[in-house]
């Protein structure tokens, strides 16, 4: 047996991510299908960086067609919102685990004062969205003599 040195900055994050995941699943309503099965609503997972004098905003949208996804921007936040719908098709499937979520999503991202709406730019293949938001020009700082 090997001795494996225990840090515990290691788990800190993966138990922050667990208990977030734990109180969002527990207060998520659960929406009940025509066959009787519920699942919750899901929101999907963002990235946000920056790159090249812009911010960046990738969100994983696995199954969800392009019109089905609406990004508008209302007082300084930037709200992506859709709907991921469920596939109809297989009608005679007995499901013994159903974990795929389907529903509304919307996620809110603030922007920094002074972005060019006008600029955002939003892009969709294969599932991930990228939106691209330019940085806004940095204010010149107005020097004032004391006399």
């Not at 840090?7 to 993966?14: K, S």
């Not at 659960?30 to 911010?55: C, H, I, K, M």
């Not at 389907?102 to 709406?117: H, I, W």
């Amino acid at each position: 047996m090997e001795l494996i040195r225990w840090t515990p900055q290691r788990n800190v994050w993966g138990l922050h991510d667990r208990m977030n995941r734990f109180f969002d699943d527990f207060f998520a309503p659960a929406t009940r299908t025509d066959d009787g099965l519920a699942f919750r609503n899901w929101n999907p997972s963002a990235d946000v960086f920056e790159e090249d004098g812009q911010y960046v905003i990738k969100a994983e949208l696995p199954g969800v067609d392009r019109k089905d996804i609406h990004v508008d921007v209302e007082n300084g936040v930037l709200v992506l919102k859709g709907e991921r719908t469920e596939d109809k098709e297989l009608k005679e499937e007995n499901y013994y685990r159903k974990e795929r979520a389907y529903g509304n999503f919307q996620r809110s991202f603030a922007l920094p004062e002074g972005v060019d709406t006008d600029a955002i730019k939003a892009d969709y293949k294969d599932g991930v969205l990228k939106i691209t938001v330019p940085k806004p020009e940095a204010k010149q700082t107005k020097k004032i003599t004391v006399q």
